[in-house]
């Protein structure tokens, strides 16, 4: 039976939240990859650097096995208070297995009422958001599995969210063959990926960075 | 001095190939983010579940710091046998300062004339294409630094190549920020992501996928 997964496509995403689970979760035999914005057609990414083109559009797509909602550096706002997006999650939350988001996503989600008393984990610029949306904030974790709401860190987050997703979805032995499809085994250069492992100068570094991007000003 | 990063986009193009080091590459301070194809324009992914729209043509962009050639399930060798596209590498090349692949993006730089009798690694189902040019193959390598040209292996590969080559580009201390940024502290639910640690089952589903990906069929 095939499995439906929509990845939502909204204005400045950014684009390695969707890629990420997209590729470990396009390894699985027997998925549906759908790609919904809300119309079809092409929206930029949060660098500018390029556009993803949706297939889809929301009225096109009214029930999924999987949602998956990819957050960004300077959108996530505006996308939490567009109304017709935020009913739209709603609305596929009810028909799905499972509810996910990447990064900011998270916010997505707590804006469609979906985090309400859960455990909740995403990027660490966006982690002050989640208790608004009476989500327990949980800063050391890089997957949060809470009933169906699957919540995962900052941006490559995703990927280790989709492996997960993939052994929920078809097993152990169809999630290792995904990601031996993809090679994921990771060998990081340097060892900075989280705030408890960077030094005082990488996290102001990356905390003006991240100030930029939020201000549109790359 | 802005860093000039090229990124190539070609028909049925592995989507992570080039989001994973463009996403990590994004977080440095003064760069450009050029992604190119053929004609500027959408190009489908392998999937065909999204297009990607390029900004630039071939004929927009002459030259380069930093050349990325991502790799694809199905496109690869027509790519290699697309003389204007082959060609338009070899002239970037003679730009860059560094030279790069992503997964079986190394039969590209193969094609071009650009790994003989150099070490490279790649995906490993292209693993046995690179001594056709010359390459000595380097399958248990993740990264393969080698004069200017650095190959890296399958799919996600690339973001660790990224932030290799982030360090090399801007130093460690804005290698790290961005990898913070990304919040990449890989946590993979499974270690089944390289031929030496799957299981034989793991490994004989994987390569049947990749077999039906390469002929077309998803």
Not at 65 to 94: C, E, F, K, M, Q
Not at 100 to 108: D, F, N, P, Q, R
Not at 135 to 142: H, M, S, V, W
Not at 176 to 204: C, N, R, T, W
Request: glycine share 8%; aromatic share 6%.
């Amino acid at each position: 039976m095939t499995i439906h997964i929509a990845f939502l496509v909204y204005d400045r995403l950014t684009a390695l939240d969707l890629v990420g689970p997209y590729e470990v979760l396009s390894g699985l035999p027997d998925v549906t990859l759908q790609f919904v914005a809300k119309q079809a057609g092409p929206v930029a990414v949060d660098t500018g650097a390029f556009s993803l083109v949706a297939p889809l559009g929301l009225a096109d797509v009214t029930r999924a096995d999987v949602l998956v909602v990819p957050g960004s550096s300077s959108g996530t706002l505006d996308a939490a208070n567009d109304a017709a997006l935020i009913d739209w999650i709603r609305a596929i939350d009810r028909t799905t297995r499972f509810t996910t988001s990447v990064c900011s996503g998270a916010i997505l989600l707590g804006a469609a009422g979906l985090l309400a008393a859960k455990p909740a984990t995403t990027h660490w610029a966006a982690m002050p958001f989640l208790p608004h949306f009476g989500a327990e904030a949980r800063p050391d974790e890089r997957i949060v599995h809470s009933g169906k709401i699957i919540t995962a860190a900052g941006v490559s987050a995703g990927i280790d969210m989709g492996l997960y997703l993939a052994g929920q979805l078809a097993g152990a032995e169809a999630a290792q063959a995904a990601q031996l499809l993809i090679e994921y085994d990771p060998m990081p250069p340097f060892q900075a990926g989280h705030m408890s492992k960077a030094s005082s100068l990488v996290k102001e570094l990356a905390t003006r960075a991240m100030a930029r991007a939020a201000s549109g000003s790359r």
